[in-house]
């Protein structure tokens, strides 16, 4: 209301009804507040002309077609990256070859070498080389697009605001049976560089969720409890890291599969056995130690793992072998299982 008084007392003639048509400094300062990009501003310009009463609506309704006009023309300009750089367009073409080398090296990683080692050799240097253009889209993802997000939002709902305007003098309007949501996905979809500027920032919000993700599984693995030992953490960390290179979600640890992990460690240990099939009673499956530490969801898979207390060593072995490989680089867990016991290791992966 008081940007209205605002705009209003700046000419009292026109505001007090002595002239049917507004006075041009009126239209000209009102059709700026109707293409400004602080929302407040638009609204008070639409509600200042509606206090004009009916002589002034004809001038209103062109102003609204002039706003609609130069909404429209601001998204193709900021398509061509006019005034300045489309940051859209510099993120989707690196994701655009992100996305085709990770469905490459997919194949690959979930490919069973038979533990060749010059195959194994050749997957870390493909990971590598995905890792440097994830690097690129992840730097690309989190540039700064505030003033850019600005003047497209903007620009999107000045249309929304302004074709809503205009049903005032066209009962007949189809819009009229949209709502507000559906306006602007009709509005968006009809126009050809509007439907691809979103559909370039969504996908730049993807990568944004997916470095999210990422930050909440690494906090959350890292202040999970007491039970989270530093193997299990930085081992997490890796494979997390890895995970999403390739497009995967995290994986965060759980407690209860943990323990199930912890216990066939320490059995293989203190037992003098080395297998997915424990000898020890109610212990026999990964499946039946999972049940009976209490893990709730289902388990998927099992790696175990003997020789090194050391994280990266258990990794990298995994790695090296295919069938341990296909449990690390699945796409359906969501948590993670470990248990070290010496220089015996056991992973467990599942859903809850």
């Not at 440097?132 to 003047?151: E, P």
């Not at 990298?316 to 069938?323: E, L, T, V, Y």
């Amino acid at each position: 209301m008081r940007l209205i008084l605002l705009l209003l007392c700046a000419f009292p003639l026109m505001a007090r009804g002595q002239s049917d048509a507004p006075p041009p400094d009126f239209v000209q300062r009102a059709g700026q507040w109707m293409i400004s990009l602080d929302a407040s501003k638009r609204q008070a310009a639409y509600r200042s002309w509606l206090q004009l009463g009916p002589g002034a609506m004809e001038a209103y309704e062109k102003a609204l077609r002039t706003s609609l006009k130069y909404h429209d023309q601001q998204i193709d300009k900021l398509a061509r990256g006019e005034g300045s750089s489309n940051p859209y367009e510099a993120h989707d073409a690196a994701f655009g070859e992100l996305e085709s080398e990770r469905k490459r090296v997919m194949e690959l990683i979930r490919t069973d070498w038979k533990k060749d080692g010059k195959q194994v050799a050749m997957l870390r240097e493909e990971m590598a080389a995905l890792g440097k253009l994830h690097a690129k889209v992840t730097k690309l993802g989190t540039a700064n697009t505030a003033s850019f997000d600005a003047a497209l939002d903007a620009a999107v709902q000045g249309m929304c605001e302004t074709t809503r305007e205009l049903e005032r003098f066209d009962p007949e309007a189809g819009s009229k049976s949209l709502d507000d949501e559906q306006l602007e996905s009709k509005l968006v979809a009809d126009h050809i560089h509007g439907s691809h500027l979103v559909t370039l920032r969504n996908r730049l919000r993807g990568t944004r969720d997916a470095i999210a993700r990422l930050e909440e599984a690494t906090k959350a693995n890292k202040e999970g409890g007491r039970w989270i030992d530093g193997g299990m953490r930085e081992f997490s960390v890796v494979l997390n890291r890895e995970r999403d290179i390739c497009g995967l979600g995290p994986l965060r640890l759980e407690e209860k599969l943990s323990d199930a992990c912890k216990g066939h460690s320490g059995d293989m240990a203190r037992l003098g056995f080395f297998a997915h099939e424990s000898p020890v009673p109610q212990k026999k499956s990964p499946w039946d130690r999972a049940k009976l530490a209490g893990f709730a969801g289902g388990a998927s898979g099992e790696n175990i793992f003997m020789g090194s207390t050391n994280f990266q060593a258990a990794y990298d072995g995994w790695f090296g072998s295919d069938g341990h490989r296909f449990i690390m680089f699945a796409d359906g867990p969501n948590v993670l299982g470990l248990g070290i016991s010496g220089v015996h290791w056991t992973l467990m992966t599942g859903r809850n």
